[in-house]
């Protein structure tokens, strides 16, 4: 386009009668202001792009960010950000099929040190690149969106080991208003806040909390279809997934009942999240959310069902509060299998666990300069309680190694928005006669 207009206004002067210098100038001028109009595009699409991702943070509750971004940023309401946006998009020329596409992902490596070897004398110690993954979306329309994720775990997918590569989110959404969206594909389960934000920029610590480990699993997915949307203050999330395998479920808890290939539909779930944000400032921010889940365990793989009779119920809160350089984050949830005794050995009518954890924002203002303007740096504590036999049925003995009470004392240091490195030191108890072992966790993870 820009060539086509050089050479037409360059046709243009060559029937004129001008002087060859005046020619040239006027040539110039030309190519110039082309060059200029060219730029106004690229900086209004980008601008359109970066509008866009600020709306969908908005529409997220976000659980905790250094302070130096919160420091940044601007707050505006979401409506004056879609307005924003509509007015652009109401002036923009039709994407091209490449625009249409959006990237991005995040990875983490850890090393995990353990004090002691376990029983068969081996250390356990390990560097693991724990998880590589990439988003792919697709903007069908600026209403009808695709979204994917797809995840690699410990670097090595073969037989006999322990990666994994994992589809674990494509999904369409159709946007109809503020209010109701539908949700068709694979998503994740809208159980718990850190299973959705779960990137490893927004949380403390090198591993998860053990919480969302035993009791609310993360990343835990399933296929399905929802609706989602906010009234006011409130986001709401309403599914409609496959259910979990009740001959997954264990000692441990309900992690192994997850369903990753193709779900049955047998014995369905449904799911209902809530979110509730009633103030969210620079300075101040509350998030107060709940899930609730309901599952029959009669599902298998391919619909190879167990012919299992028992189902799962969860009931969970979390919260989220920052003032000023302090940020409190926690959870618990209490889980129901009424059936359980149909079930493995060891698994328990009750699950009961929470967790939570304080930090201090301690990056000096005066630090926050050049290359490392966007800094922070955050000491944290965290204890985890959590019982996966909190109740067994009758006729069944509890294991006092389920019971469990971890503490973990950390670092987390970003030395720009999007990269955080990680240390810290976990003291594991239970209430067996002998403690897991101590662990010091090391680690790096990134977002893009």
């Known amino acids: 386009m820009k060539k ?7 046709l243009t002067l060559a029937a004129s009668p001008v002087a060859a210098n005046e020619y ?36 997220a509750s976000e659980q905790t960010t250094p302070a130096a971004a919160r420091q940044e940023a601007v707050v505006v309401s979401k409506d004056e950000v879609r307005r924003i946006v509509a007015e652009f998009n109401d002036k923009s020329p039709e994407p091209d099929f490449l625009s249409r596409f959006s990237f991005g992902g995040y ?35 600026d209403w009808l969106k695709f979204t994917s994720e797809i995840e690699i775990e ?20 159709f946007l109809l208003s503020d209010y109701a ?21 927004t949380f403390n610590g090198v591993e998860r909390p053990n919480f969302y480990k035993y009791v609310v699993p993360t990343t835990w997915w399933s296929d399905g279809i929802g609706l989602f949307g906010a009234l006011g203050d409130i986001t709401y999330q309403l599914a409609y997934l496959g259910g979990m395998d009740g001959s997954g479920v264990s000692s441990s808890g309900i992690r192994g009942g997850r369903l990753k290939e193709r779900p049955s539909l047998n014995d369905p779930a449904y799911a209902l999240r809530l979110d509730y944000t009633p103030f969210a400032s620079r300075d101040l921010t509350l998030r107060l959310g709940t899930s609730l889940y309901y599952s029959g365990l009669d599902n298998g793989n391919k619909g190879n069902d167990p012919g299992v009779e028992a189902d799962l119920a969860i009931y969970e809160a979390d919260f989220s509060f920052s003032y000023g350089d302090l940020d409190l984050v926690g ?89 955080v490195v990680k240390a810290d030191y976990q003291i594991l108890r239970s209430d067996a006669d002998e403690d897991p072992d101590n662990t010091i966790n090391f680690g790096i993870g990134w977002q893009f």
């Open 331 to 419: 959870a618990m949830a209490w889980e129901r299998i009424d059936g359980a005794e149909s079930l493995a050995a060891g698994v328990a009518e009750e699950i009961f666990g929470y967790y939570l954890e304080a930090g201090y924002h301690v990056m000096p203002s005066a630090w926050q300069t050049g290359k490392l303007a966007n800094a922070d740096a955050v000491f944290f504590v965290r204890y985890d309680e959590y019982d996966t036999q909190a109740n067994m049925p009758t006729g069944q003995l509890a294991d006092a190694a389920q019971d469990r009470r971890d503490l973990t004392l950390g670092v987390s240091f970003w030395p720009t928005t999007n990269v």
């Open 154 to 173: 410990h670097a090595m997918v073969s037989s006999g080991d322990g990666g994994e590569l994992e589809l674990e989110q494509a999904y369409l959404d």
């Open 24 to 59: 040239d100038d006027r040539l110039s001028s030309l190519e110039a202001m082309v060059e200029k109009l060219t730029g106004s595009i690229v900086e209004r699409d980008r601008t359109i792009d970066q509008l866009q991702q600020s709306l969908r943070r908005l529409d």
């Open 4 to 10: 086509m207009a050089v050479l037409l206004a360059g």
């Open 107 to 141: 990875g983490e490596i850890h090393a995990n040190i353990a004090e002691g070897d376990d029983a068969g004398g081996d250390s356990n110690d390990q560097l693991d690149i724990h998880r590589f993954v990439t988003y792919v979306g697709y903007d069908f329309a």
């Open 181 to 201: 969206n539908i949700r068709v594909g694979r998503t994740l389960v809208p159980v718990g806040y850190l299973n959705q934000h779960h990137e490893p920029t």
